[in-house]
């Protein structure tokens, strides 16, 4: 039947709300990687049905299970923020569906549903390589702000712990609300500290609000630097944060600068089909969360169910626009190089250029 020929993969995304950025960059990045592709593996037709949840977990939830009963997806994707991937856990877990992560990235998420597979990132994973570089480099106290959930949280501990771990002082550790943060109290705080940096992690979205107040605060000009995970200078919105931007040192996975032959087929391809986007971090994890069900679709010769599929995702090993990476058989977790990087200014444009790397990093934040 027709429904046999079919492989559905049901995207739930913020495509509006908060985490709107998240949604378009994901979608984007799936239908590009389709089109270059093709929609046909396996002998199956791949349909993709993007749903938006709005970033709220209930929705998630119900669109998960709708997805999952109704239209009898393969599988599962997307996933803007930790809540959402989190709801739709358990139905995984049921039903048996593989569900691929492409942007939550609080490191237990991995641990809620053996069915998890993630394509993105964990804030552990990168925030601990900042811990390592800043006392090297003339930091030695801070003040972090972190965004009050599981990521925020999680990039507070293995940064801080890290930092001081390499004899740094962490003066204070503030949290700013998920929902409609004002920044401005705890900047005031920040400057009342006098740390050397300012140590910071927001959600996708937020890093440009942040950044404005930063600059209009005078903080720089008072001597504290700002450093960030790169969700903060994100590639979705740097280009628009202004000069003020410019020195900033941050720790990520991936730069829409990184300087390899496929990165700039990447960059061209998604800028070509998407003129007024550039792909941030989160393109990058849906592209590369589709190329991870394609794989297990080309494996299991379109036969195999969701264990066979999730077995199938175990292991991948390829090259992504952000560098070589790996799918942890034992974790499904993603192993990655992990890179520091400088805003500066290029052909008139602001990016993330990459200065120095670590190799292979697993996520330091799992239990065992
Ligand atoms: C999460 C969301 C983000 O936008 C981000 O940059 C990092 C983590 C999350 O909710 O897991």
């Known amino acids: 039947s027709a429904q046999d020929n079919k492989f559905k993969i049901g995207l739930i995304l913020p495509m509006t709300g908060q985490s709107t950025s998240t949604g378009r960059q994901i979608e984007a990045a799936a239908r590009l990687y389709m089109a270059q592709n093709g929609d046909t593996v396996a002998g199956k037709k791949v349909e993709l049905i993007v749903k938006d949840d709005t970033g709220l977990p209930d929705v998630t939830k119900r669109l998960a299970q709708e997805l999952i009963v109704n239209d009898k997806v393969n599988v599962i994707a997307g996933f803007g923020i930790t809540p959402a991937a989190l709801a739709a856990a358990p139905l995984a877990t049921q039903s048996k569906t593989p569900q691929v992560v492409m942007a939550a990235a609080t490191s237990s998420i991995t641990e809620a549903s053996p069915y998890i597979v993630r394509s993105s990132f964990t804030l552990p994973q990168v925030s601990v390589v900042m811990g390592d570089w800043a006392p090297k480099n003339g930091v030695k106290s801070v003040v972090t702000l972190v965004t009050d959930y599981g990521p925020g949280?999680?990039?507070?501990?293995?940064?801080?712990?890290?930092?001081?771990?390499?004899?740094?002082?962490?003066?204070e550790k503030l949290r700013v609300p998920l929902r409609n943060p004002d920044f401005a109290p705890f900047l005031q705080k920040v400057r009342d500290a006098k740390?050397?940096?300012?140590?910071?992690?927001?959600?996708?979205?937020?890093?440009?609000?942040?950044?404005k107040q930063f600059l209009e605060r005078g903080m720089d000009k008072a001597g504290i630097k700002m450093i960030a995970t790169g969700d903060v200078t994100d590639d979705d919105q740097l280009n628009d944060m202004g000069d003020g931007a410019l020195g900033v040192v941050t720790s990520h996975h991936y730069s829409a600068a990184h300087p390899s032959a496929l990165n700039k087929k990447f960059v061209e391809a998604f800028q070509k089909a998407n003129p007024k986007m550039r792909p941030n971090f989160m393109a990058v994890g849906g592209y590369d969360g589709m190329r991870v069900i394609y794989e297990a679709l080309k494996t299991t010769k379109g036969q195999g169910g969701g264990e066979a599929l999730l077995a199938a995702m175990k292991g991948q090993v390829f090259e992504s626009p952000r560098g070589q990476v790996l799918i942890d058989a034992q974790t499904r977790d993603i192993v990655q190089d992990v890179y520091l990087r400088k805003v500066e200014k290029k052909d008139g444009q602001l990016y993330n250029v990459e200065f120095d790397v670590l190799k292979g990093v697993k996520d330091p934040g799992k239990a065992k």
């Open 153 to 171: 949280n999680d990039a507070e501990k293995f940064f801080s712990d890290r930092f001081q771990l390499n004899g740094g002082k962490v003066l």
């Open 195 to 211: 740390p050397d940096a300012l140590f910071v992690f927001v959600p996708s979205g937020a890093g440009a609000a942040v950044m």
